[in-house]
T-cell receptor, first 117, second 110 residues
Framework: DTGVSQDPRHKITKRGQNVTFRCDPISEHNRLYWYRQTLGQGPEFLTYFQNEAQLEKSRLLSDRFSAERPKGSFSTLEIQRTEQGDSAMYLC???????????????FGPGTRLTVL | GQQVMQIPQYQHVQEGEDFTTYCNSSTTLSNIQWYKQRPGGHPVFLIQLVKSGEVKKQKRLTFQFGEAKKNSSLHITATQTTDVGTYFCAGLDSNYQLIWGAGTKLIIKP
């Protein structure tokens, strides 16, 4: 399968614990995005990378959230001291770089569903 | 902050009827993308509109981008059961962030 993969697919954790998710993008894609989606809502942009550089980060993103893409390939999203409000589907997407700062078609992974008890 | 409003939230149609969803932004968008998300699935890209007043068609789907680049619509002619899902617009704002609408869920009446 040459699509975007995410691991784990489901994560249940207790409030206050740290969690880390992994995303493997399509190999030739240099852009990688993280989104959060709750039931009945559209994806909420969290951050994106171009190669290993984190270019944009949502102004609404708590400092408990951090993302890395150390070698410009896979990425990790860590949530520290999880809260019940962090329960959501965390989606990763990848794309080829658009011209300038434009966006190309994004290919989404299956997501990681986080439940914070 | 900037928002992209999408209406309606739900639309129930009989199979064979038409479906339309609308997106409106408070500010000018650089471009707008449309995605479809099937129940239990992830968003899948449909199309991107860039030019003012642009109209694109994909079989029974017609996409429009407003002259002021603040609104967009997706129209499906003669819906089929395979069209079921939630349709999202996502607009690129002046800060080069992709702002997503809340989606319109297409439901086919039994």
């Amino acid at each position: 399968d040459t699509g975007v993969s995410q691991d784990p697919r489901h994560k249940i954790t207790k409030r206050g614990q740290n969690v880390t998710f992994r995303c493997d993008p399509i190999s030739e894609h240099n852009r990688l995005y993280w989104y959060r989606q709750t039931l009945g809502q559209g994806p909420e942009f969290l951050t994106y990378f171009q190669n290993e550089a984190q270019l944009e980060k949502s102004r609404l993103l708590s400092d408990r959230f951090s993302a890395e893409r150390p070698k410009g390939s896979f990425s990790t999203l860590e949530i520290q001291r999880t809260e019940q409000g962090d329960s959501a589907m965390y989606l990763c997407a990848s794309s080829l770089r658009g011209s300038g700062r434009s966006y190309n078609e994004q290919f989404f992974g299956p997501g990681t569903r986080l439940t914070v008890l | 902050g900037q928002q992209v409003m999408q209406i309606p939230q739900y639309q129930h149609v009989q199979e064979g009827e038409d479906f339309t969803t609308y997106c409106n932004s408070s500010t000018t968008l650089s471009n707008i993308q449309w995605y479809k998300q099937r129940p239990g699935g992830h968003p899948v890209f449909l199309i991107q509109l860039v030019k003012s007043g642009e109209v694109k068609k994909q079989k029974r789907l017609t996409f429009q981008f407003g002259e002021a680049k603040k609104n967009s619509s997706l129209h499906i002619t003669a819906t089929q059961t395979t069209d079921v899902g939630t349709y999202f617009c996502a607009g690129l704002d002046s800060n080069y962030q992709l702002i997503w609408g809340a989606g319109t869920k297409l439901i086919i009446k039994p």
